[in-house]
């Protein structure tokens, strides 16, 4: 059994455990770059996504944070690009069989951090402690790879009625 944790942002990722092995891997969201007169624009690649689920289907379950707007930090074009983004995820997880789950960002980092406005470094140590990472597998910079995995420790700790 995998279970699948999706931090859906354009800089999140996705980690995957084997549940029998606790070993988890990383891929960051499948992204493209492309130079504009606006500058870089990163651009979702669907395939991609769909190619890095495909294996999990019949195996697997997952959860993936639900994303909002903050309204006060977030113009239109953000919003838009987050509800995609999550909307991309959850469509593919359906179509390949893959069980899901949402969850808010306030009661994961609650539960798992001690209060949902922890900051980036401290996700980054708590899943370092929680799947055993050394620094050179999970980076001071992976904010999304670290929130992708204490999604996965939060649904394990569901699974087990405390969360």
């Known amino acids: 059994m995998f279970l699948i944790g999706i931090d859906p942002g354009l800089t999140g990722a996705v980690a995957i455990l084997d549940t029998e092995t606790r070993k988890i891997v990383f891929h960051d969201c499948p992204v493209?770059?492309?130079e504009t007169d606006q500058g870089k624009v990163k651009t979702f690649v669907?395939?991609?996504m769909l190619d890095l689920l495909w294996p999990y289907r019949g195996c697997s379950r997952a959860i993936v944070e639900?994303?909002?707007s903050y309204g006060y930090a977030d113009n239109a074009k953000t919003v838009a690009t987050l509800c995609y983004c999550y909307?991309?995820?959850i469509a593919f997880l359906y179509a390949l069989g893959i069980p899901v789950t949402t969850v808010e960002p306030d009661p994961w980092k609650t539960r798992i951090l001690g209060s949902k406005h922890a900051k980036k470094t401290e996700s980054?140590?708590?899943a370092r402690l929680q799947f055993?990472?050394?620094k050179k597998e999970l980076k001071g910079d992976e904010h999304g790879r670290a929130d992708a995995a204490l999604l996965i420790h939060y649904l394990e700790l569901k699974d087990k009625g405390h969360a």
């Open 32 to 34: 493209s770059v492309a």
């Open 87 to 89: 909307g991309l995820w």
């Open 66 to 68: 639900h994303q909002r």
């Open 46 to 48: 669907e395939t991609r």
């Open 132 to 134: 055993s990472l050394s």
């Open 124 to 126: 980054i140590a708590e």
